[in-house]
């Protein structure tokens, strides 16, 4: 196979890797009219930008088809995190690795006086994170003389984690004339300043929707009741049993409780946040990659560049904060023509503001329902027979053992129990609390009338109601977890357009007021519960009839901000009876 518009060296080393043909980014920076030119590029993760910025700087790096002697670096790659700055270095040793390049690595987490030494005795190209490039750079072990090419990867990311003057100083100890080369997934304020001031008549590529990674990735949406949330993503694992998964979650203490929760259940995972140490985090992504873990619960930050080739699955456990941020989660799978799946986790208060998000990213997600303990047996049962009859080498041992067995028991049993010992290793699917979608227009089903036993009873308030799907049979279950009672302990239930009162028996309503204090920390639904002065009136508010006369609230819990709450606002008032 040949390629136009590049060195052969590299041509070669494309074809040994199996490329039959350029991704539209990779095509689109050796065009003609890219040659030697400043660039802003924006495309999809996973859609092969390290090759593309390689092949874009080969003009300069390469004389007559062929690298100089190593002396002080060419070309200079700056990448937010470790992982990335490593991933980057691989991918350039094997398509320079014809043209013998010398490349550094310079990250942190690192040995520094080692990557000096490296420095010192001469290289081709620089790979490394802003802060540690900065620091060779101050204390003269880098030497940027000579530069020919600057490339900031995820620039976006890069400044978002606070390294503009890293950058700054960095790109001011290089010569005017380099070429720079600025990729970004997305083009906010700050990148179009950067790219102004460091860049010459800049030509801007954009290959977002074109890419394969993007095309690649089948993106799934399931509502569920917020308490259910732990209890989906179990049974999303058991249902795809993918040979690599990354669930997604917002902070390093829902990473810690998720990845002890999972452990606990069996799974084979590991975590990557920023409490972890460099050491931790090599050791957990070579479990990843030899298969002795097959689940990693990560922050976002953290799990920026890396590459796993058998990452098939994407969980968002915690909704991404943007668009750009669930491209970002999404496209660590689904990458250089695999196939990926992305399943983002939505508690029903947050569905519109999800939809929306869908909407803003132009992705079309499949709403699928949970999966059901009966959807998971039924894909136990087509896996094991795939299992059991995949054919394997025998040997005499093997068969004297067989025969003994079957001496000893029927065929049918040794069967089931060979069944069942494949059973026994797989962690058990949860029973969710709610397996309905929530949401119906059914008043009856809406509101749950009064009861009896609940004649001297306390009377709450939740700022959710019909306009954000409030419904029954996953408010129940919502409550039972904040306040840490059952489901018979809660009475009627009134749901008005923007609120809801449910009554809880006066015996336990101080109990269950610390409870709910407790709770609210790490409760994700963001939804506030306050209690009232009184019961409602009848029909007051319910159906969105006229008030009659106002309640005085007095909180349990601090009213969350959430993006969630519908338009027509009313959370923040008082019910009015």
């Known amino acids: ?235 999303l694992l058991r249902l795809h049993e993918a040979e690599t998964a990354m669930l997604f979650c917002a902070t390093r203490d829902a990473v810690r409780r998720l990845h002890a929760s999972l452990v606990e259940r069996g799974f084979a995972a590991v975590a990557l946040s920023g409490e972890h140490s460099q050491n931790e985090r090599n050791h957990a992504l070579q479990a990843l990659r030899d298969q002795r873990a097959r689940v990693c619960v990560a922050t976002d930050v953290a799990a920026r560049g890396i590459d796993l080739p058998t990452l098939s699955l994407v969980v968002h456990v915690e909704l991404p904060r943007d668009a750009e941020t669930l491209q970002h989660r999404s496209g660590r799978t689904g990458r250089a023509g695999r196939k990926g799946t992305a399943i983002l986790i939505v508690p029903y208060p947050r569905r519109k503001r999800v939809e929306g998000v869908l909407r803003g990213a132009k992705i079309n997600a499949e709403w699928i329902e949970a999966p059901t303990l009966e959807d998971i047996q039924k894909q136990d049962r087509e896996r094991l027979l795939v299992a059991l009859t995949a054919p394997i080498e025998i040997d005499d041992e093997d068969r004297a053992l067989g025969a003994r067995l079957l001496e000893q028991s029927t065929p049918e049993d040794i069967a089931a129990r060979l069944v069942r010992a494949h059973r026994a290793t797989m962690p058990r699917p949860e029973e969710m609390l709610d397996q309905s979608q929530g949401g119906s227009n059914d008043r009856q089903e809406r509101d749950r009338g009064p009861r009896a036993g609940f004649e001297d009873t306390v009377w709450y308030r939740m700022d959710i109601g019909r306009r954000q799907n409030a419904d029954p049979r996953w408010l129940l279950p919502l409550l039972c977890r904040r306040g840490h009672i059952t489901k018979n302990e809660v009475g009627a239930i009134r749901i008005a357009d923007n609120e809801t009162l449910f009554e809880i028996p006066r015996a336990i309503a101080q109990k269950f007021n610390v409870a709910v204090q407790r709770s609210e920390a790490e409760d994700s639904s963001g939804i506030g519960i306050q209690a009232i002065d009184g019961p409602p009136s009848p029909g007051g508010r319910e159906r969105g009839g006229p008030p009659r006369n106002r309640l005085s609230a007095r909180p349990v819990t601090r009213h969350k901000a959430t993006p969630h709450r519908g338009s027509g606002g009313g959370g923040g008032r008082p019910p009015r009876g």
């Open 1 to 235: 196979m040949t390629f136009q518009n590049i060195p052969p060296l590299l041509g070669e080393a494309l074809a040994a890797r199996g490329y039959t043909a350029l991704t539209p980014v990779q095509a689109s920076v050796i065009e003609p009219e890219a040659l030697g030119r400043d660039m802003v590029v924006s495309a999809q993760t996973g859609s092969g930008k390290t090759v593309a910025f390689g092949l874009a700087m080969a003009e300069q790096l390469m004389e007559e088809g062929q690298l100089p002697q190593p002396r002080a670096p060419l070309a200079l790659i700056i990448a937010p995190t470790r992982e990335l700055a490593l991933q980057v270095s691989r991918e350039l040793e094997w398509l320079f690795a014809g043209a013998h390049a010398r490349i550094a690595t310079c990250v942190g987490g690192m040995d520094a006086s080692k990557e000096r030494r490296m420095l010192s005795h001469g290289t081709h190209i620089v790979v490394g994170t802003p802060g540690r490039l900065r620091d060779h750079l101050e204390r003269g072990a880098l030497d940027l003389s000579a530069l020919r090419v600057a490339v900031l990867d995820e620039a976006d990311e890069m400044l978002d984690m606070g390294f503009r003057e890293d950058l700054e100083e960095i790109l001011d100890a290089t010569p005017n004339e380099r070429r720079t080369l600025l990729f970004s997934a997305t083009m906010p304020k700050p990148i179009v300043a950067l790219a102004k001031r460091y860049q010459r008549d800049a030509l801007r590529i954009s290959t977002v929707g074109e890419d394969r990674g993007h095309g690649d990735i089948v993106y799934q949406a399931v509502a569920v009741a917020p308490a259910d949330i732990e209890a989906v993503v179990v049974n």
